[in-house]
């Protein structure tokens, strides 16, 4: 096993994407060798730190001769991510990340890289029986976009099994927060903490509560907001732990939920804006809790968040918002 301190000569696919590019901005700090590979069709060339290599590209074409020159590991990150997209266009979503992600095992294979980290999701386990959710829960997704990261998470067992490689699986809950000058800034913005900042920066009248009416204590909507340094810190000690033969799943969150309310009152707060907000109709297959226990990766990764205050997230967030 590698320890944290050894330089490794790495790719990150989707490195100039939210959490591709704070991901690589850490995995430069502990000393490794990032290449970036990004088709740039969602991140922004500027996102990507200056110490990494850039090619720009499809994940799989580049990997399939770019792997050739030797790597250490592979982090892939590159996907589509748009819950309500995937249900209008699934072939986007089986070729963009099933089809992708097949052929980047391939390359690994081929040119023997013996270990991948890969961006998994909450959305793989659908609707909640038990909460917090544990890595053991039934992984029933409800929507395209979780059940394209659930058949990668079979397909990459398989490979682990079969070919020996080492990975593990990070399924996210609800990412937020930002790195200095890495952050979150999509096209199509669909996220709750930079919706309700862009009301905060007159980029938007008012917020929309999707739903008032669910079985919680204000109504909203509850979610596990984590801070995306945490999470990018725990793709380290995924890549310094990843046994060969093995595929290990991890849910990486805080344990805590918070509302849409309570996410709207620490914008406020933060902000000092009074964010007007207003109740819409639930948003088709949003769950009403998802929060996860993330004992599994505090157990055998060592991982603890640092950063777990709801108003240290939004204020991270909100000084991004202001560049
Ligand atoms: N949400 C909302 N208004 C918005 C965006 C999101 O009320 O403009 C709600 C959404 O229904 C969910 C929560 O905020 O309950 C978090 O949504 P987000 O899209 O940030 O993440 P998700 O949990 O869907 O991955």
């Not at 390359?107 to 909640?128: D, H």
């Not at 984590?226 to 033969?245: E, F, Q, R, T, Y």
Request: hydrophobic share 40%; net charge negative; glycine share 10%.
């Amino acid at each position: 096993m590698d320890n944290e301190g050894t330089r490794q000569k790495l790719v990150v696919t989707g490195g100039a994407g939210y959490i591709g590019s704070v991901c690589t901005a850490r995995l430069l700090e502990a000393g490794h060798e990032v290449t970036v590979v990004d088709d740039l069709s969602t991140g922004h060339r500027d996102a990507v730190p200056d110490d990494a290599r850039f090619i720009e590209g499809d994940a799989a074409e580049v990997a399939s001769t770019l792997l050739a020159d030797g790597f250490d590991g592979v982090l892939h990150f590159a996907a589509k991510s748009l819950v309500g997209e995937s249900m209008q266009d699934p072939s986007g979503y089986w070729h963009g990340n099933v089809l992708t992600s097949l052929r980047l095992l391939d390359a690994m294979r081929a040119n023997g890289t013996p270990k991948l980290v890969f961006s998994s999701t909450a959305a793989t386990y659908g609707e909640p029986k038990e909460t917090p959710i544990a890595e053991s829960a039934p992984a029933e997704p409800t929507n395209t976009y979780g059940a394209t990261k659930l058949a990668i998470d079979h397909a990459i067992t398989s490979y682990a099994r079969a070919h020996g490689l080492a990975a593990v699986s990070l399924r996210y809950f609800n990412v937020a927060g930002a790195y200095g000058r890495y952050g979150e800034r999509h096209t199509t913005e669909t996220h709750l903490i930079p919706i309700v900042l862009q009301v905060a920066t007159g980029d938007r009248a008012q917020v929309q509560i999707y739903g008032d009416d669910y079985p919680t204590p204000d109504g909203t909507a509850v979610r596990d907001y984590i801070h995306v340094v945490d999470l990018a810190d725990a793709h380290l000690l995924a890549l310094a732990n990843a046994a060969a033969g093995e595929h290990t799943i991890y849910n990486l969150g805080n344990g805590t939920g918070f509302s849409v309310r309570q996410v709207i009152d620490a914008c406020r707060e933060v902000t000092g804006h009074e964010i007007p907000a207003v109740v819409a109709q639930r948003r088709a297959g949003d769950p009403a809790v998802l929060v996860a226990s993330s004992e599994r990766a505090q157990a055998e990764l060592g991982w603890k968040p640092e950063r777990a205050d709801l108003t240290g997230i939004v204020a991270d967030a909100w000084k991004f918002a202001q560049r």
